[in-house]
């Protein structure tokens, strides 16, 4: 449980219990700083807890949420074209919570046995960057800390829209959506990012009608184009009713039920839904979190404005995670606090922004690292693609996941690898070979004279790594 104090003086005083903050605390204390940590985050049941956002309403709770809507798709509709008939099936919602509240729990609870471990005070309450490199902890362990170095962790929050105000019953964000005690009969859900998608995806393989209404005429535009051209199909193909190029501009509550107005390039339209998930972004959590005294400045967009050592502008003074600049996602806050830790003690660190990799835990999943084919087209640089589809492989279709593509981009003049991008089964942990080549500034040809065990999905990728130079061995390629 976190420590009540009055006043205290430590190495190292860390700013929000996330993925990027506890790890950060963790790696200082392994490296010999008296560190504490400030968190207010209060669990469900009304309890001090750690892991922010990410553990507590984002990345853990829909996975499990997730993996559990995907086995009950599959019961109903994979099993019997493996000779497996189960009868009549149905899905216990409040059971479903349970087990993703009980994976929370389990978690959140390590993290404080970790925090114990590695002796990381933890002091729970608002904390506050003053002058002079103190921290002031508001709540009922209100007091005043005071560190040689101050790390920044507060995180993000889910972006509100002033057309779809959140009420937590028939309206609610990213968070809401995980809390459901029934299937909603026809689900709405404002915005088709990664967010909207996975959480659409949970609720529309229990049986919900699902509409995605998506502002942005291109779909996943942060993807490669060619993959998010397969994503769209197969989201559309599993019963997304997925709009793109409409914007939401009303809702209105009626008799449980809400009317959603939004207008596109085929003018105004309405839907009526039983639920509507709003999952327009996520903003840094920045307000109250400083004094005006402190000095700290913000860039242009609301984050906090850090170099590439995530330094603010203050001495002694870091911020990372998802309140800084790059992609909210809670590997690279992770990475950045071990980074900040290690420079904090006098050792080296770095993260290298363009290998970070980015999931979206649909089924099939999504997954990338490194530059898209439009990113190099519109460079004018030389490259090659290579792809090989999972229809191809044998442990693909074993597992009845025979759609999608490895693609992997080369550069045109010394091979290197630039790029990776998939659609299909395990994309998420597949991609972690591509980032791994891509650190060491590896070439196609290296994955491909890389032996892959067999049968295995990783093939694809080995195969992908052939067709670069156009001799792929499994599927119709040019021969070189």
Known sequence: MPKKKSEGQ???????????????????????????????????????????CCLNVGCIPSKALLESSERFHQLQ???????????????????????????????TSGIATLFKANQVE????????????????????????????????????PNELATAPVNGETIVDSSGA???????????????GVIGLELGSVWARLGSQVVLLEAQQRFLSMA??????????????????????????????????????????????????????VAVGRSPCTEGLYSRESGLELDEKGFVDVNERCRTNRPDIYAVGDLVRGPMLAHK???????????????????????IPSVIYTAPEVAWVGKTEQDLKSAGENYRVGSFPFAANGRALAMQGGVGLVKLIASG???????????????????????????????????????????????AVHEAALAVDGRALHTVNRAR
């Not at 509709?77 to 994976?103: L, N, T, Y």
């Not at 002079?132 to 101050?150: D, Q």
């Open 10 to 52: 430590y190495d190292v005083i860390v700013i929000g219990a996330g993925p990027a903050g506890y790890v950060a605390a963790i790696r200082c204390a392994q490296l010999g700083l008296k560190t504490v940590c400030v968190d207010n985050w209060i669990n469900k049941q009304g309890e001090p807890a750690l892991g922010g």
């Open 77 to 107: 509709h994979g099993f019997a074209e493996h000779g497996i008939h189960c009868g009549d099936s149905r899905i216990d919602v409040p059971a479903m919570i349970e087990r993703k509240d009980k994976i929370v729990h389990r978690l």
């Open 122 to 157: 933890w002091v729970h309450g608002t904390g506050k960057l003053l002058e002079g490199k103190r921290v002031e902890v508001s709540g009922p362990n209100a007091c005043l800390l005071r560190g040689e170095h101050i790390i920044l962790a507060s995180g993000s929050k």
């Open 178 to 192: 995980l809390e459901f005690s029934t299937v909603p009969e026809r689900l709405g859900v404002i915005g088709a």
């Open 224 to 277: 490669d184009e060619q993959i998010a051209k397969e994503a769209l199909r197969q989201y559309r193909k599993q019963g997304l009713d997925i709009q793109l190029g409409q914007r939401v501009t009303a809702s209105r509550v009626e008799a449980g039920k809400v009317t959603v107005s939004y207008e596109g390039g085929d003018g105004e339209n309405q839907i009526v839904v039983d639920r509507l998930i």
């Open 333 to 355: 806050g992770s990475e950045e606090g071990v980074m900040v830790a290690e420079l904090i003690a006098g050792r080296k660190g770095s993260v290298d922004p363009d290998l």
């Open 413 to 459: 003049d010394d091979d290197r690898l630039l790029g990776a991008h998939i659609i299909g089964p395990n994309a998420s942990e597949l991609i972690a070979e591509t980032v791994l080549a891509m650190e060491f500034s590896a070439s196609s040809e290296d994955i491909a004279r890389t032996i892959h065990a067999h049968p295995t999905l990783s093939e």
